[in-house]
């Protein structure tokens, strides 16, 4: 990514929430740049596409995610290095992006969000006439 015409700001710093039961965690992300747009892989192992959110809010793209480990009835863990929790980032979007042609896929634990440049935003090629 270009850093002197960043497409995705920083992660927006986390604002207060309730008191959950399992801590949230911030998955990690990728973020490729390419002429057309950018790709976002964001890890979320162990959320099912039931317990996914991708949603969008003015320039704001946020991740939610869901992941439950079930136990047997009556049983703890004796050890355990995995557990319950909430996975949740946010990103701003650029202008240059078009939030509305947002396209989603989630393939083993990644997330994959591609997200195009507005046409205004995209190289483009000048004729230059002879005469």
Known sequence: MNSQNPTVAHPREATAQPARTAPTQAPHVDVFEDADGITLRADMPGVPREQLQVQIDGDTLTL????????????????????SGSWERSFTLSRE???????????????????P?????????VQVEVG
């Open 117 to 125: 440049k507005a046409e205004h935003a995209r190289p483009r090629r």
């Open 97 to 115: 992006l078009d939030a509305n042609a947002i396209q989603a896929n989630m393939k083993d634990g990644v997330l994959e969000l591609r997200i």
């Open 64 to 83: 939610r995610g869901e992941m439950r480990i079930e136990l047997p009835q009556g049983m703890e863990p004796f050890y355990a290095e995995m557990r």
